[in-house]
């Protein structure tokens, strides 16, 4: 009995010039852009290219540690790299090239003189944290996608800013590609999956969970304001009245339900604050663990500039959270959607939140392209 040999794995190209004498393919050519250290969350991309271009595409993947994007007393040095098992990875999940330059090819010379600025953009949240960290992407990103010449860009929406600022660049800069944004991967506790969840002991990871836990805390108060509404809308204001019949007859819970039911017919809506103060709690519990967490930000943004969403908000917005435990630092997020109050035709009232627990983590399922320009919402 004979086997068939196993299939090819990607060319590997270390060179520009080797990337420019690439023969193309008749279908379209996708990029996955990596720093290398790739774990499910990279195969899962790759995956979405390689459904998306078919058998007549091509996918590259880069893998480059990407030095202007790291600021002082950031892990540029001990960052793992790890080519031999990325090549493995990529060609398993579908990758036809792996383009893994050294920095003197990326950067004949040094340093770039002229450099890609984010603006507004790049100064929020992230960019505040790490200053001219989204200049140092927006720069690797578009050499890179000079360098590949793609017809499509996959990118995880687990770095949503960076998705949404490299979207706005493709945009105002008339980049001739899609991007396209591919879901988080989570692992089994929820811990979104990254390449610096290695360095975390295990103590330090049972603290990082509160990122997840928070942003699934702030889903569900979100879910369960929505249902009490619907309630309140199909029950109307005499609920209240039903709650002191109940009472007086001793149905303590039930009349505390109708009382609930009732202050949510009649409550100014407070979707955005719910949110936010269901998530902080989880972190502020999250602060007194051993180890603790240490919280640098929790931001409920608008995804089409990364401001701030009012109370008043209606339309999708982003959850985004970053903290360091330890000498680790991670970010994660989640999508909610703000709706109105079931019967009211305004911008305000109920928010519901998209399910971290079944879209986000379903691989290789795009969920929004930005070829006109990242999502935008009402204010």
């Known amino acids: 009995m004979t086997t068939s040999p196993p299939p090819p794995g990607p060319r590997l190209l270390h060179t520009a010039a080797a990337l420019r004498d690439l023969p193309r393919r008749t279908g379209a050519r996708a990029v996955v852009m990596t720093m290398g250290a790739l774990h499910e969350g990279h195969a899962t991309l790759v995956r979405a290219a390689r459904a998306r271009v078919g058998p007549q595409g091509q996918v590259v993947v880069t893998v480059f540690v990407n030095p202007l994007q790291f600021g002082a007393g950031e892990d540029l040095d001990r960052y793992p790299r790890t080519l031999d098992a990325d090549v493995v990875l990529a060609a398993e999940a579908g990758a036809d090239v792996v383009f893994a330059p050294s920095a003197d090819e990326v950067y004949p010379g040094g340093e770039p003189q002229i450099r890609i600025a984010a603006g507004p953009m790049g100064t929020l949240l992230e960019g505040a944290s790490r200053p001219g960290h989204f200049d140092g992407v927006l720069t690797v990103v578009a050499k890179l996608l000079h360098l590949t010449a793609p017809d499509i860009a996959f990118f995880g ?34 811990l979104a999956l990254s390449s610096r969840n290695r360095y975390l002991s295990a103590p330090e990871r049972r603290t990082a969970l509160a990122l997840s836990a928070a942003l699934y805390a702030a889903r569900d108060r979100l879910a369960a304001e929505e249902a009490l509404r619907a309630r309140a809308a199909s029950v109307g204001h005499p609920a209240q009245d039903r709650a002191a019949a109940l009472a007086a007859l001793g149905e303590d819970r039930a009349a505390a339900d109708a009382h609930a039911v009732a202050c949510a017919a009649a409550g100014p809506p407070h979707g955005p604050s719910v949110a936010r103060a269901a998530a902080q709690a989880v972190l502020t519990d999250a602060a007194h663990l051993d180890p603790p967490l240490h919280l640098d930000y929790l931001a409920l943004v608008d995804p089409s500039d990364f401001t701030e969403v009012p109370d008043t908000y209606e339309g999708e917005a982003i959850l985004a959270v970053a903290a360091k435990v330890g000498t680790t630092r991670l970010i994660d997020n989640i999508r909610l959607v703000f709706r109105p109050a079931p019967g009211t035709g305004t911008a305000t009232a109920v928010a519901t939140a998209s399910a971290p627990d079944t879209a986000e983590t379903t691989p290789g399922t795009p969920t929004s392209t930005t070829p006109q320009g990242p999502l935008g919402a009402h204010r």
């Open 157 to 190: 929406q687990k770095d949503a800013q960076q998705l949404a600022v490299i979207s706005r660049m493709a945009t105002d800069l008339n980049f001739p590609v899609e991007i396209v944004g591919v879901p988080t991967v989570r692992e089994d506790d929820g």
